[in-house]
């Protein structure tokens, strides 16, 4: 049994050895199975020459029973020829092989017990290597599937830091908060401004409005009877003379805005200058 008890303790440094090394799991287990069958290698061979000397030993002891069977018949020839100094002698000689062959059979007997010790203990050996290799597949699924949950909490760990996110946002602000620094600056500079683009269009409104009241005014005055509806009030057909004219002319005048108290004073002086006549 003392090659087992090596055996093992061989086999457990090596996966020791292994373990203490951290290396992949799956190149772990296999080369943990390759350790046992070479170590299950070596434990056949002593197991064979420990079945060979027992085999050597019956073959001793069936020759030493032999030989003391014949010793045995030796000495009865004598004794029937009356020979019995011959026969004593037979009997010495087949006294020292029984001798032999009694503790020969000892012998055989406890190596035969020990052969089939090791040969059980080596059939158990092996059915543990073919347990272990059924096993491995089943470890190494176990295995992966550990790494997948690790690598799965390391995510949701990762997702669960907000840090980045609000570094994002705390940016996202700065840049909204500068651009509407932009925004208001841009809106002093105009209102503080000279001749502006909004001013520009205002005057521009300005002077579309006068045109409108110059318009106004001659229709009023065509339903007043007081002038002739003038041509521009026609359908809008300019001769070249009057495209001319107009260029001549120059742009209408704008038409300026008078208070409103001075406008009513104006139309009461007409009012009563209108009656006096």
Do not use: C
């Not at 690598?151 to 609000?166: K, P, V, W």
């Amino acid at each position: 049994m003392g090659i087992f008890t090596k055996l093992s303790s061989v086999i457990r440094s090596n996966i020791n050895d292994l373990i203490s090394r951290a290396e992949d799991p799956e190149k772990m287990l296999n080369q943990i199975i390759l350790d046992m069958r070479d170590q299950l290698a070596k434990a056949k061979r002593e197991v064979a020459a420990a079945i060979a000397d027992e085999r050597k030993l019956k073959a001793q002891l069936e020759q030493e029973v032999s030989q003391q069977r014949d010793w045995q018949h030796r000495a009865m020839l004598a004794v029937t020829e009356d020979r019995d100094d011959l026969a004593k002698q037979a009997l010495l000689r087949q006294k020292e092989y029984a001798e032999r062959a009694a503790a020969l059979q000892k012998a055989w007997s406890a190596q035969a017990s020990e052969s089939e010790k090791l040969k059980g203990s080596l059939r158990q050996l092996n059915d543990k290597i073919e347990e272990a290799k059924r096993k491995r597949n089943l470890l190494i699924s176990k295995q992966k599937r550990a790494q997948a949950q690790r690598r799965i909490h390391e995510t949701m760990s990762g997702l669960s830091d907000t840090s980045a996110f609000e570094a994002f946002n705390r940016m996202a602000d700065k840049v909204e908060a500068e651009e509407r620094r932009s925004v208001a600056q841009a809106e002093v500079n105009a209102e503080l401004g000279g001749d502006t683009l909004e001013s520009e269009f205002l005057r521009l409104e300005g002077g579309l409005v006068g045109t409108d009241v110059e318009d106004q005014l001659l229709v009023l005055k065509t339903e007043m009877g007081l002038i002739e509806a003038p041509a521009e009030l026609e359908p809008k057909q300019l001769e070249a003379g009057d495209a001319g004219k107009n260029a001549s002319e120059g742009e209408v005048h704008e038409v300026e805005s008078i208070p409103e108290a001075e406008l009513l004073s104006a139309f009461d002086k007409l009012e009563k200058s209108a009656e006096e006549g």
